[in-house]
């Protein structure tokens, strides 16, 4: 009897080990379910990172620093001066350039007095011109009359009506009147040709004037540059945001494109994350993220997929992978999602660029 007994609690127990093994066993399929199904739906990496924009101050100008503005990780606004660099190198160029203007629109205020000038006396020509048709009509006048008195005197002398102390001096007049045509008909043409050099003269200082023009032009855009080659001493934040990697002090000879510090706008920051192109193949813009930062472990960040790089990061290396160059592996290859941080997400600026962050996409199936 004992011994049935015992077989039966035996039994049991059995059946109690056994039932406790199938929940755990239903669990532990249920969990791995779960799980497969959390995998599917929560795209995760760790090879992420912080990424901004990273505004390099680099000199335009050379020569000694005036004054530096900032210090090191100080916030700066859009605008605000950085350094200062000393201008008297540049104010004499600009004085320079001045004068030599200047000196170019008084010569060009000269060339068109002097076309003022030219064109009254041709004006005065003109009118010379006129008087002297006026007196060659005249002039022809009396010779037609003269022509007409000595051929009447010469048939008068022919039938001896007429004496020859007469005739010599209608011979006379009619000579001077020829003479006097002959003289006007000169003076006219000398002033047509008079009025036609003083037109190639007027036409000349034109264009001398055009020249004049051309020359002031490129003396402003030299003085122009002058200018613009000064306002260069002067270096403004093209941002808002902090001052990192300042080498620059008050002394320093510096020269052009010489990097003198950095500033780094945190307004506009989002998220490099270099998944496996397996598991982007439901990943598209707008879907939702939850952001893990490192330094911030108990805090989470919200933020949105914005766009997938158009290559794989090989693919922009130095060295791009030749794959038919040789003994062919295939390799998972990363490629870099841009995830940006909602708007409010860092309103205290506490995120940092470079800092190593844990992305989950949310997947929508």
């Not at 399929?29 to 929560?42: E, G, V």
């Not at 350094?83 to 001045?98: F, L, P, S």
Request: charged share 30%.
């Amino acid at each position: 009897m004992d011994t049935t007994k015992e077989n039966t609690n035996n039994n049991s127990k059995k059946k109690v080990v056994l039932g406790i093994f199938f929940v755990i066993a239903c669990a532990g399929i249920l969990f791995f379910m779960f799980y497969l199904r959390y995998k599917s739906t929560h795209i995760t990496t760790d090879d992420a990172y912080i990424d901004g924009r990273i505004h390099t101050i680099a000199s335009r100008a050379s020569g000694i620093v005036k004054n530096v503005y900032v210090s090191t990780n100080q916030f700066v606004k859009n605008g605000d001066i950085l350094v200062d660099i000393d201008a008297a190198d540049y104010d004499v160029t600009v004085r320079e350039e001045e004068s030599r203007l200047n000196a170019e629109i008084s010569r060009k205020s000269e060339i068109e007095s002097k076309i003022i000038v030219l064109t009254n006396q041709l004006a005065e020509l003109g009118y010379m011109v006129e008087t002297a048709k006026a007196n060659v009509e005249l002039q022809e006048a009396k010779l037609r009359q003269a022509d007409l008195d000595i051929k009447r005197a010469t048939d008068l002398l022919k039938k001896e009506a007429l004496s020859k102390e007469k005739y010599e001096k209608i011979k006379t007049d009619y000579d001077i009147v020829f003479a006097q045509a002959k003289a006007s008909r000169e003076q006219l043409k000398q002033a047509k040709s008079t009025v036609e050099t003083q037109k190639s003269l007027i036409k000349q200082t034109e264009l001398t004037l055009q020249s004049q023009n051309s020359l002031i032009k490129q003396r402003e855009a030299e003085l122009s540059s002058a200018e613009l080659k000064k306002s260069y001493t002067k270096i403004y934040s093209p941002s808002d945001g902090y001052v990192t990697k300042k080498s620059v002090e008050i002394g320093n000879l510096i020269q052009v494109g010489q990097p003198l510090m950095a500033v780094v706008a945190l307004d506009d920051i989002w998220v490099t994350a270099n998944y496996k192109e397996t598991q982007l193949t439901y990943v598209k813009s707008g879907q939702k993220v939850k952001i893990e930062v490192d330094t911030f472990s108990k805090k989470e960040f919200d933020g949105k997929v914005d766009s997938i790089m158009a290559g794989t990061g090989s693919i922009f290396s130095l060295f791009p992978p030749e794959n038919a160059t040789g003994n062919f592996v295939k390799v998972v290859q990363r490629i870099p999602v841009k995830i940006v941080f909602d708007k409010n997400a860092d309103t205290e600026h506490l995120l940092r660029l470079g800092m190593s962050v844990v992305p989950t996409i949310y997947i929508e199936k």
